[in-house]
């Protein structure tokens, strides 16, 4: 369920999600309706936590008002796929809103960062749909989204609003493992492929893990059926 990568010295256990870049503060305002009815979330989602609520999703999408409404149709609703599915591989199906391996929680606290780990060295564990861990990157995110994240990571798994818009700084703004970001992969034709470098490249492409590679190709699969659009090429990495 989580998002895994090599991240400095730390890497062999680690868990973090996404550059420790900080970016611009995101604009709030959506300009258009999400392309996935509740309905079809319910039916992506069955078994979901209510805690990840579909109006925390539409919510977050304000932050990013180029997710899912980039390109043509099939694109848009490719990009949405794509998102979830990986979401849904990462958290069980929207089952899990925070790391399940509770011995991890010290280990993301990188000291050397200059503003340190001021929530406590075991608060930044892996949270929300793309479960952002490391106290670099709680401050990078709440940097972005103009949240106190790094004084109150908390927040990720108190408010569905909140823990959404987590996940879509990482698709949208950071390029992990790869060398383009979620967002980017599908609106610029490069396939959900992409988008599984982008997460979890260093541990699940070029022929490693395969298992938990297909997984994210199979719920792809399965939600742009929903969606009523074909998955596109390149679906592999």
């Known amino acids: 369920m989580l998002v895994r990568r090599v991240a400095a010295a730390l890497a062999a256990a680690a ?5 420790a870049v900080t970016l611009p503060t995101a604009a709030t305002a959506r300009p258009a309706g999400f392309t996935v009815s509740e309905a079809q979330f ?26 899912t409404t980039s390109g043509d149709d ?19 199906g929207l089952q899990y809103i925070v790391e399940l391996n509770t011995a991890n929680y ?7 960062q200059p503003y340190g ?3 406590g060295q075991d608060q930044y564990y892996g949270r929300g ?12 995110a709440g940097d972005a989204l103009g949240i106190d994240l790094l004084n109150n990571p908390s927040q990720v798994e108190k408010d569905p609003t909140v823990s959404w818009k987590t996940g879509l700084w990482f698709w949208n703004s950071q390029t992990g493992a790869g060398k383009m970001t979620g967002h980017d992969a599908m609106v610029n034709g490069a396939g959900f492929g992409e988008t599984i470098r982008s997460i979890n490249g ?3 492409c070029g022929g490693q893990n395969a298992d938990q590679m297909n997984d994210r190709i199979n719920l792809y699969k399965q939600f742009t059926g929903i969606l009523g659009v074909d998955p596109g090429g390149n679906l592999s990495c």
Not at 47 to 67: K, V
Not at 74 to 92: D, I, M, P
Not at 106 to 112: G, I, K, L, V, W
């Open 15 to 19: 868990i973090t999600v996404g550059l």
């Open 42 to 67: 319910n039916q992506m989602f069955p078994n979901r936590n209510a805690f990840y609520t579909f109006q925390g999703l539409t919510n977050a999408t304000g932050a990013y008002p180029a997710f």
């Open 74 to 92: 099939a694109t848009q609703k490719r990009e949405a796929a794509a998102f979830l599915a990986n979401v849904s591989h990462e958290t069980g």
């Open 106 to 112: 010290p280990h993301y606290c990188d000291a050397s």
């Open 117 to 119: 780990c001021p929530a």
């Open 129 to 140: 749909p793309l479960q952002l861990s490391w106290n670099f990157n709680y401050k990078a």
């Open 202 to 204: 260093a541990l699940e």
